[in-house]
């Protein structure tokens, strides 16, 4: 069976601060897919990256980056210089690699910037 | 990204009756999903529905209480039946499509309140 833990249910920190949000997954596929979305109290899921358990080089996109351990099953998320506009509940998710799988996600970190 | 066209985007429902939310894919897809979040919680999956076949229900979830149809491979729609303010939730409906990044859709959601 799958499973995606994120502990921190909450984070509160202040504009500029950098933060990171935890994810430790689990799951017997040799092969997957790991996700990280931002849902914004509008309640849309934003697409944020998809990494595949082969690539385990960190990515950077602008502020955002992601730092993926395979030997930890970790898959942590950091946002540089935060913003108000970050301020949103993240969800990691875990799939297998057919499209035919679903998503497993993980109960989400509610980001707290303020000014 | 695909779109997904998801409708209504929120209802105000009597206890009782029933809700019908539909979602319309901009392209062919083989599988979509239908997830429930509760307020405050994590998205749960609901069923998988494969165009031509029943749809597969997850453990905790029924066809009676959440029918589900999939008359084509760009539509389906989801039924909350019987309702009762415990099915105030965020409902949406997603779909995988290969060879993108992001893999999987989502639509905007739809906020249903049960009074």
């Known amino acids: 069976a799958q499973k995606v833990t994120q502990a921190q249910t909450e984070i509160s920190v202040v504009e500029k601060e950098d933060v990171t949000l935890d994810c430790v997954y689990e799951?017997?596929?040799?092969?997957?897919?790991l996700f990280w979305y931002k849902q914004p109290p509008s309640g849309e899921l934003v697409f944020l990256i998809r990494?595949?358990?082969?690539?385990?080089q960190n990515e950077i996109s602008g502020r955002y980056s992601w730092n993926f351990q395979k030997s930890t099953s970790s898959f942590n998320f950091t946002i540089t210089a935060s913003q108000v506009v970050d301020s949103a509940v993240y969800f990691c998710?875990?799939?297998?690699?057919?499209?035919?799988?679903?998503?497993?996600f993980g109960k989400g970190t509610m980001l707290l910037v303020s000014p | 990204s695909a779109v997904i066209s998801q409708k209504p985007s929120r209802d105000i429902c009597q206890r009782g009756t029933s809700l019908t939310i539909q979602c319309q894919v901009d392209?062919?897809?083989?599988?979509m999903f239908w997830y429930r979040q509760q307020p405050g919680q994590s998205l749960t999956l609901i069923a998988t529905?494969?165009?031509?076949?029943?749809?597969?229900?997850e453990s905790g979830f029924v066809i009676d209480k959440f029918p589900i149809s999939r008359p084509n491979l760009t539509f389906s729609t989801l039924t909350v039946s019987n309702m009762s303010p415990e099915d105030s939730s965020i409902y949406l409906c997603?779909?995988?499509?290969?060879?993108?990044?992001?893999?999987?859709?989502f639509g905007s959601g739809t906020r249903l309140t049960v009074v």
């Open positions: 529905a494969n165009q031509g076949s029943e749809a597969t229900y």
């Open positions: 997603s779909a995988y499509k290969p060879g993108t990044v992001y893999g999987y859709t």
């Open positions: 799951t017997r596929d040799t092969t997957y897919y």
């Open positions: 392209s062919q897809v083989t599988m």
């Open positions: 990494r595949n358990s082969f690539d385990e």
């Open positions: 998710a875990l799939s297998a690699p057919s499209g035919y799988s679903t998503l497993t």
